[in-house]
C-alpha cells in the first residue's frame, strides 16, 4: 500500500513524455508521467501524491466554516465547529447522503488513478521509488494532518512558564537576531527571583486548566461527529 501511494511522488519530477501515457487520468493529477530519465525522478522537488478524499463530514465542515465565520467574526473555532456539529446532527438523512456519495465517488476515482499510475511503473521503478518517497509521505501525511485538527478547532497545547516567558519578551525585544534576542531572553529567565518565577508558573497552571477544559469539550464534539479516532486513548466519551 505505501507503494501505492508512493507513486504519486513521480508526478511533479517527470516530463513531457508522460503527457500521452496519463491523457486519460483525469484533473486530479498535477503533472504528467514519463520515464526517460529515471535519474529525475530521484529529486527534491516531488510535490507528492494526491490527497485523499475528504470525509463527508469534513467536506460539509469545509464548505460551512467561512459562512460561519462571516456571520460570527468573533467566535473561535472551536465554537463554529461546534455549531457546524450540531448543524450536520439535525441534516436529514437526505442531505448527508449527498455527502457520502460525493465521497465514495472520490475515493473510487482516487484508488482508480492510483492504480493505473501503478500500471505503468516496473516493480524494480517502484521498489526504487519507494526510498525518497516514503519520507516525503509520511511528512505531508503529518501535515494534512495537523492542518485538519486545526480546522477542526483542536485546542492548543498549553504552554510552560518558560515559554510563557519567552513569548511575553520576544515581542518587546525589538534588536537583534532571533537567536541573540533568545540568548538574552534565557539570561533574563536564570536571573529571575522565585517570586517573580512563580507568576509564570501560575500562568501556566492556568493553561493547563484551559487545556483540559477545551479538550474535554472538543473531543466531546468529535465524539458526537462520529470522529473518535480523534480522541485520546486514555479518554472515553458517550455520544450524546
Known sequence: MALLRGVWGVLSALGKSGADLCAGCGSRL????SFANVRRWFSSNF???PK????????F?????PIFKAQNPDAKNSELIKKIAELWRELPDAEKKMYEDAYR?????YKEEINRIKEQLTPSQLVSLEKEIMQKRLKKKALIKKRELTMLGKPKRPRSAYNIFIAERF???KDGTSQVKLKTINESWKNLSSSQKQVYIQLAKDDKVRYYNEMKSWEEQMVEVG?????RRSVKYTAK
Do not use: C, F, N
Open 30 to 33: 498535477r503533472s504528467p508521467l
Open 47 to 49: 510535490i507528492g501524491y
Open 52 to 59: 485523499k478524499p475528504m470525509t463527508s463530514y469534513v467536506r
Open 61 to 65: 465542515s469545509k464548505e460551512q466554516l
Open 105 to 109: 465517488t472520490d475515493w473510487q476515482a
Open 171 to 173: 515581542q518587546e525585544a
Open 227 to 231: 470522529r473518535d479516532d480523534l480522541v
